[in-house]
């Protein structure tokens, strides 16, 4: 036998829940037309470049030493950025940054899920969420979405938390993969739902994550403001996104300072490297530059879902940079339509929703490839 008798994982001392599991990724294929991961389109500008390599130049002379372990200037200026876009002045007490929103997300469900709690999610939605939670040794729960339009029906979602009584519950607003926006109504019903359901003897409530991942990109206000008052309310944000920069890995969280406290346990010392917090103070400085982008995106993307609808798909209403489409209900399902549009040149992404598939915004040649890939796709299905 090879080494030791080891074959695969599954014969080292691994946890017992992940034996058999596999590695969250979607496929990454050199194809000419690659919309499958939701990344933005364009390349960060030069005068940003330049600028980061400015900075990064001056954190390299320092790079003998830890970074600063508190990250200050950077939550100051994330704070600066969220009062300014999203109509609240909070200060950098109240923001938390960490190598993605993943990492964000896993720092919470680390200080307030773990062995016997449990985390309630309404899928179809981002798969992550269940994955940090499996992770941290945190159960799972999944909430109900309308199977038709993909909302949330509060009257639905309150029963599955006074069920379930979830100690976290996640709102994804935009949704990842449907692209659904979550009203702030529904959001303040989930809340009091969840915060009511665990208002027993020896209980603090709830937590409540909302992941604005996409927020830049929605018709509708950031949920941020909801925060006030409400210290067991979270928002989770990235500049993966809007900011053109998921190579950056860097997400941030608004809260009530005692949930930055809280996080601040399980994080590591130094989790931000000296480089990330330079380069994402040098982004951070060209914030209206990179919402330029952000504007052409979302007309882009309510282009494609006004032509995929021309062409006689079935589209998810979409706040992201991302639209859902269907239907392929026959032979194959949504599996044989997205290998169709591989085979013209654009890969685009299999959630696993039944009838459906994504597609991130591109540039608009990117996008005028992906129709016309779809266009073949519907005459092939007539
Ligand atoms: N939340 C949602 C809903 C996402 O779709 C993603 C990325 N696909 C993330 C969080 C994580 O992004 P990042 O770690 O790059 O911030």
Not at 126 to 154: C, K, N, Q, V
Not at 266 to 290: G, I, K, M, N
Not at 347 to 353: E, T
Request: one cysteine or more.
């Amino acid at each position: 036998t090879p080494a030791g008798g080891v074959r695969t994982l599954d014969d080292l001392p691994i946890r017992e829940e992940l034996r058999g599991q596999s590695p969250y990724g979607a496929p990454q294929l050199d194809v000419p037309v690659r919309l499958n991961t939701n990344e933005n389109p364009y390349p960060l500008p030069p005068e940003l470049v330049a600028r980061i390599a400015e900075r990064v130049a001056a954190a390299a002379r320092d790079l003998n030493r830890y970074p600063d372990r508190d990250a200050v200037e950077l939550r100051t200026a994330l704070a600066a950025y969220l009062g300014r876009t999203c109509g609240l002045s909070i200060g950098a007490e109240g923001v938390w940054a960490a190598n993605g929103s993943n990492e964000v997300l896993q720092q919470l469900l680390q200080a307030f899920g773990g062995p016997g709690r449990t985390a309630l999610g309404f899928e179809p939605s981002y798969s992550m969420h269940a994955l940090i939670a499996r992770g941290t040794g945190t159960g799972w729960l999944s909430g109900p979405r309308d199977a038709e339009d993909f909302t949330i029906d509060p009257s639905a979602a309150e029963r599955a938390i006074a069920e379930h009584r979830p100690h976290v519950v996640f709102v994804c607003s935009p949704n990842n993969p449907t692209g659904t926006a979550v009203a702030a109504e529904t959001v303040l019903a989930l809340h009091d739902a969840a915060q009511r359901a665990r208002s027993g003897p020896g209980e603090h409530g709830a937590l409540v994550i909302v992941d604005e991942a996409y927020g830049e990109f929605s018709h509708r206000p950031s949920l941020l403001p909801l925060i006030e008052g409400r210290p067991r309310l979270v928002i989770s944000r990235t500049m993966s996104k809007a900011f053109g920069a998921a190579g950056l890995r860097l997400g941030y969280l608004a809260a009530h300072p005692a949930v930055v406290d809280a996080v601040q346990l399980v994080r590591l010392p130094y989790h931000l490297s000296a480089v990330t917090q330079a380069t994402a103070l040098a982004a951070l400085e060209h914030t209206d530059t990179l919402l330029g982008y952000v504007e052409q995106l979302k007309a882009e993307r309510d282009r494609l879902v006004a032509e995929l609808r021309a062409i006689g798909c079935e589209v998810t209403d979409s706040d992201a940079n991302f639209v859902q489409f269907g239907r392929f209900d026959g032979p194959g399902g949504a599996h044989a339509a997205w290998r169709f549009l591989l085979e013209q040149g654009v890969l685009v992404r299999d959630n696993g929703v039944p009838g459906r598939l994504r597609v991130t915004t591109g540039t608009p040649e990117e996008n005028d490839a992906f129709l016309d890939a779809v266009r073949e796709l519907m005459k092939e299905n007539d």
